[in-house]
């Protein structure tokens, strides 16, 4: 069973557009959010978060939007830089007793184009 | 500050042999947890340590264990390999104040199981 689900394994855009990444989770005790950028046999490195609190999150040029009523969360990137290509991970974390336990999505390829 | 520093970086093994994976955290840090990375089932959490304590566990079998040391440097041991062990193993850091903090996570290390 699948709690949080990136449904698309690949996007491509163009340098200078706006990669939109999606994630969508089953678990309502979820309530804090994650993306991770991965590169290959290197460990994942953290972008952003966001708590259920709050429905958006920015930090430069990544911004996360959740939608709880949906159990949705988006990561935008604007604008897109070819650096940017690697594989992005969604992650959840929910309750005092899951410390340290994240729980992933399957990942999205983002390629971004020159 | 250092990053969270895994060894070896690469290692093959053969069937029933056992194996021993070493994390050190990022300075300050006091909560390390292990994630197994496949093609097939993505990124899955393991178990999480926290001040030599085994604080939270995933489904893994017991021939995956590990523990912590008084210095917050983590151990993870896989007795008896299996083919479908081979993976990436990926340590990562906390300051362990509870969930929802960001983890980070050290760059892994690379299991062939022959």
């Known amino acids: 069973d699948q709690q949080v689900k990136q449904n698309s394994p690949s996007l491509s855009v163009q340098e200078g557009r706006i990669s939109i990444l999606n994630c969508d989770y089953t678990n309502s005790m979820f309530d804090y959010f994650l993306w991770y950028k991965k590169y290959p046999a290197e460990g994942p490195t953290f972008l952003i978060s966001?708590?259920?609190?709050?429905d958006k999150n920015e930090d430069g040029r990544f911004t996360v939007f959740l939608n709880k009523s949906a159990k949705h969360l988006s990561l935008h990137i604007v604008p897109s830089q070819p650096g940017d290509s690697a594989v992005y991970f969604c992650a959840a974390n929910g309750g005092s007793s899951n410390t340290g336990k994240l729980i992933f999505g399957q990942g999205t390829t983002l390629q971004v184009k020159p | 500050k250092a990053g969270v520093t895994q060894t070896p970086r690469y290692l093959i093994k053969t069937r029933g042999q056992q194996v021993t994976l070493s994390c050190s955290p990022i300075s300050g840090h006091r909560s390390v947890s292990w994630y197994q990375q496949t093609p097939g089932q993505g990124l899955q959490f393991l178990f999480e340590?926290?001040?030599?304590?085994?604080?939270n566990k995933g489904n893994f079998p017991g021939r995956f264990s590990g523990r912590q040391f008084s210095n917050s440097r983590s151990e993870m041991n896989v007795s008896t390999l299996e083919l479908g062990d081979s993976a990436l193993y990926l340590c990562?850091?906390?300051?362990?104040?509870?969930?929802?903090?960001?983890?980070?996570f050290g760059s892994g290390t690379q299991l062939s199981v022959l």
């Open positions: 990562a850091s906390s300051d362990g104040e509870g969930y929802g903090e960001k983890l980070f």
């Open positions: 966001i708590s259920s609190i709050k």
């Open positions: 340590y926290f001040s030599e304590t085994q604080r």
